[in-house]
């Protein structure tokens, strides 16, 4: 039974993630109220972000809107952040983790209403080394947690002048890199459990691609609004579940 909960998170997570962004918000808090050890939920987040956002960063370089040679030169950044964030996350007990994860998916909810900057019309791909810094840092969130790490990457990127397409492009790559060294150190604390994130990543293939074909048909206003409504729900309970 479990397993089917698993699918079916991670393809609500991911099919109102696509269309609207913040499916994290959804994915994290819900295998929590499973039962499954934070620790564990947080790296099967990972696996299953490896093949989403390399899928999608493919796509945008195959279509040349950003090149290799310029997201490379952000990989250390976000690798050693992925991995720094994993093993910092090991370091806290279970129960210190998920009183944190409340404060964390809280915060990452009130950044969906934050206004994204204004796109520049910038077209160079070339990201300056004093943002390097902030990857860093923000890598370091994604390891340790993830949910709302691509919003404040956007919001990095977009500061810095860079097209919205370009922003994305850069805000997989990086994903996509801290999440794999991220991965590695929940392996190594033994906080991985490969069944749970095969099931999580098949529900979370199946979502994407649904909300890929539905995207005409989906008001994404409306999706925005059951996010934050879930979301709020979802933080109650483990608040409540936090306190009993």
Known sequence: MEHIALIGIGLIAAFIGTLAGSGGLIGMPSMLLLGIPVHTAIASAKFSNIFSSFSSFFVLLKRKHISFKSAIKTAPFALGGGVCGGLLANSISDKTMTIAAIILLSFAFILTF?????????????????????????????????????????????????????????????????????????????????????????????????????????????????????TILLIIQLIFRALT
Do not use: N
């Open 114 to 230: 934050v206004k994204k900057p204004q796109q520049q019309e910038i077209t160079s791909a070339e990201t300056e080394t004093d943002i390097y810094p902030y990857l860093f840092g923000i890598s370091v969130y994604d390891g340790m947690f993830g949910p709302g790490q691509a919003t404040l990457l956007m919001y990095t990127y977009l500061h810095k002048g860079l097209s919205y397409i370009k922003a994305m492009a850069y805000t997989r790559f990086q994903t996509f890199i801290s999440c794999f060294g991220a991965l590695f150190s929940y392996i190594a604390g033994g906080a991985f459990d490969l069944s749970i994130a095969l099931y999580l990543s098949t529900g979370s293939i199946i979502g994407a691609q649904l909300a890929v074909r539905m995207a005409d048909r989906v008001s994404v206003r409306y999706l925005k609004r059951l996010l934050h409504l879930i």
